[in-house]
């Protein structure tokens, strides 16, 4: 079986774990906040807060941004649930806005027609690993002001005008899931240069309890919002550091690899991503689409490829069409273009190790399933 991804894990990931299981510290500690240096530094930021998962630093960043019961979200469909549910999480009506069907972005346009006088935030999610139209978020963020949440679980490594993704948004969210750009396993981060958000993401992350305050005594300890437990371990930031060492090599591999299917994908009917962004994207995905004609042989085609061992997949059902949303009252054709896109669309592997005879194989397979 070819997955659709996977991990890279070296002897020198697993020395910096063990090292870490030697010391005397295992849950967040000095590596945890040496991978935030390290990740801040990478990104351009000021602060980086390491969290459990990528849908923690979703919450987190959403607490940060004071987002509350009766303030509107607006965010793309196009998405992993995690991104509108932790909107949902803190009380926000999630207000989904259509996106751009070349790059399954969310499209700016369509954002600014969904801002009502209780839209609180704008959370955008860079597809596949391709950044969003930033410019265009932040001027639209500024004049109503709103604040930019871009959610880059996909998007580590990839850049945006020349800046590293982490560096423009008001606040970043990232994923370190093993899919993801480096991973800890399970992991996540949010970065910021606002030192008001860096310390209620810290706080929220600790349950909300503040240590130290050097007017009480050594025992003293006060909480002052509503937090969690939301800490990463230091064997799993000590896996972070070692990944980010590499995570430039990740990203030119994963280029590489997306290079030889535009290659190999030349002159077919395919709906085939946004070549202009090869040098930009993080190549977390590489999304293909049936052509308009053939659209109803996807799932047979996705079927075929699976049964030869492609681990294909597709990215994402359109969260307004999750049953738990139509509860909700959310309905089919609210983003007919996400839709559209959702129906049509098929993620082929994508990993640093692929290889081109893998990738040779999985083009031919799915030329031949099309016919
Ligand atoms: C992976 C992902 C998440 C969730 O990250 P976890 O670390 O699995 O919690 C959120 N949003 C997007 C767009 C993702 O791809």
């Known amino acids: 079986m070819i997955p659709y991804s996977r991990q890279d894990i070296d002897e020198r990931d697993i020395k910096a774990v063990s090292r870490t299981m030697r010391s005397d510290w295992l849950t967040q500690g000095p590596e945890t906040e040496k991978f935030e240096r390290s990740l801040a530094g990478y990104c351009g930021a000021k602060y980086a807060i ?7 630093a979703l919450h987190a960043a959403y607490v940060a941004a004071g987002i509350k019961k009766g303030d509107e979200v607006i965010t793309t469909p196009l998405t992993f649930s995690a991104t509108s549910n932790m909107a949902l999480a803190v009380g926000a009506k999630v207000i989904f806005a259509d996106i751009d069907e070349k790059t399954g972005n969310l499209n700016p346009a369509e954002v600014a027609r969904k801002i009502t006088k209780r839209t609180k935030a704008i959370v955008v999610v860079d597809y596949g690993g391709n950044p969003v139209d930033l410019r265009a978020f932040r001027a639209l963020a500024k004049k109503h002001s709103l604040v930019l949440i871009e959610d880059a679980a996909q998007a580590l490594g990839a850049t945006y005008r020349g800046r590293k993704i982490g560096s423009v948004a008001d606040m970043t969210t990232f994923s370190f899931h093993p899919v993801k750009s480096i991973t800890t396993g399970e992991g996540g981060a949010i970065l910021t240069d606002r030192k008001d958000y860096a310390d209620t993401l810290r706080l929220f992350r600790t349950h909300g309890i503040r240590k130290g305050n050097p007017k009480h005594p050594a025992w003293h300890q006060e909480m002052l919002l509503l937090g969690f437990n939301y800490r990463l371990t230091d064997m799993q930031a000590a896996l ?4 980010l060492r590499r995570l430039n090599t990740f990203i030119t591999k994963r280029r590489a ?3 030889r299917y535009f290659k190999l994908l030349k002159g077919s009917r395919l709906i085939l991503p946004p070549e202009d962004s090869l040098r930009s994207s993080a190549w977390h995905l590489f999304p293909i689409r049936i052509s308009r ?6 799932d ?7 049964r030869r061992g492609i681990g294909v997949q597709v990215h ?19 983003c007919p273009k996400a839709e559209q896109f959702a129906a049509s669309e098929i993620s082929l592997p994508l990993y640093p190790s692929i290889t081109e005879r893998e990738q040779r194989f999985i083009v031919k397979t799915l030329l031949q399933l099309l016919g």
């Open 257 to 259: 690899a997306a290079s």
């Open 293 to 298: 004609g053939q659209v109803k042989r996807r």
């Open 50 to 56: 390491a969290v459990a998962n990528g849908t923690a």
């Open 240 to 243: 972070g550091s070692s990944q």
């Open 300 to 306: 047979e085609v996705f079927a075929g490829m699976r």
């Open 316 to 334: 994402h059902v359109p969260v307004h069409l999750h049953p738990y949303y139509r509860s909700l009252g959310y309905k089919k054709g609210l």
